[in-house]
């Protein structure tokens, strides 16, 4: 067996060193050169052109009107709610309203004709009857009163024969839940051999209103109840300088003949411009102008007003029965013509 010499051992390790430092080197120039490429590809990356903005400022905007709209509509839904919690009593207002206006129309309104048109039938049954005709009244009343009054004895003796010819009711007076409704009425008597007499009479009917309806729970009153006043007398009041009616007497009776039997527009022309055309609506004919019976007329110091105090003649067409009339009619001249400002039932 033969030894290799010491120095080729030496050289062999020698040559391995500089393979393994040229290997290492040649590695760290390769770890440096992926480096430098990986350092290169993100500058690259950097160096990359700058996107367009003209989508990202759309996308911004329609974004931003999209948060407006959305923020409007919660503060909206929020102030709606807030403004239902802060003031629910509306709806309770509301309803307490309509309950006060059916309340309303029950004890007044409804009042004002049902209840006494109710009275006023009741009277026309209650005030006629015949002899001998008890269950007959009894079911004719029967509609108007109460369980009890029903049943309540001797309201008439039914010995003789009425009738009512004429019912008004005409005024009514509440107290408490009872109205107590005053009705006019003629009664016709047939007496038999003598014949036919009319008189008058005033009842007073106590009615009551109930959710249902209307009842009468006690029998009428006859009462007196005479409201006419016989010592009335007018006035005294100062209308002014008395002037010659000469003056006026043709513009009045061209007026009262356009007011009974022309057209509106005639009425109208002879009227001033400020004057409540709702006064002078055309009475079209049903009643005839027949003549001026009389006629004053005083200039008002204090105004160019003239009043004209007229008694006045008309006839109805339908039998030419003359009728007469009297009201106050206010002129006011206009350069060479008069024309109607106002006219009034009211007699100075």
């Not at 350092?39 to 996107?51: D, G």
Request: glycine content about 4%; proline content about 3%; overall charge neutral.
């Amino acid at each position: 067996m033969s030894l290799l010499p010491i120095h080729k051992t030496g050289e062999a390790t020698e040559t391995k060193k500089k393979l393994k430092k040229k290997g290492e080197n040649q590695e760290a120039a390769n770890v440096q050169k992926n480096t430098k490429d990986t350092v290169a590809v993100k500058k690259k990356k950097k160096e990359k052109q700058p996107r367009d903005t003209t989508y990202v400022l759309k996308k911004n905007f329609t974004m931003k009107i999209f948060r407006w709209v959305f923020w409007f509509m919660l503060v909206c839904v929020f102030a709606r709610g807030a403004y239902q919690i802060i003031k629910p009593q509306a709806a309770d207002e509301l309803r307490q309203m309509i309950k006060d206006f059916e309340q309303t129309q029950q004890s007044q309104g409804d009042a004002a004709e049902e209840v006494m048109d109710f009275a006023q039938d009741f009277a026309k049954e209650y005030l006629t009857y015949e002899k001998g005709g008890e269950q007959d009244f009894r079911t004719r009343i029967n509609p108007y009163i109460s369980q009890r009054l029903n049943n309540a004895p001797g309201i008439y003796a039914f010995r003789n024969n009425a009738k009512a010819a004429y019912v008004n009711a005409y005024r009514k007076e509440q107290e408490g839940e009872v109205y107590n409704v005053y009705v006019n009425a003629e009664i016709q008597y047939d007496k038999g051999e003598d014949g036919i007499e009319y008189a008058d009479c005033t009842l007073k009917i106590p009615v009551v209103a109930t959710e249902s309806g209307y009842s009468i729970t006690a029998l009428p009153m006859y009462i007196q109840d005479k409201r006419n006043s016989d010592d009335y007398t007018l006035p005294q009041i100062p209308l002014g300088q008395e002037i010659d009616t000469a003056l006026v007497s043709p513009s009045i009776e061209n007026f009262l003949s356009a007011y009974y039997s022309q057209e509106q527009s005639m009425i109208n022309y002879l009227l001033t411009t400020d004057a409540d055309r709702s006064k002078f609506v055309a009475i079209g004919g049903r009643y005839e102008f027949k003549k001026v019976e009389s006629v004053k007329a005083y200039q008002r110091p204090e105004a160019a007003d003239i009043l004209c105090s007229l008694t006045v003649r008309i006839a109805d067409t339908v039998n030419q029965e003359e009728i007469s009339q009297e009201y106050m009619i206010t002129l006011v001249q206009e350069s060479d013509k008069y024309y109607v400002k106002d006219i009034d039932t009211k007699i100075y």
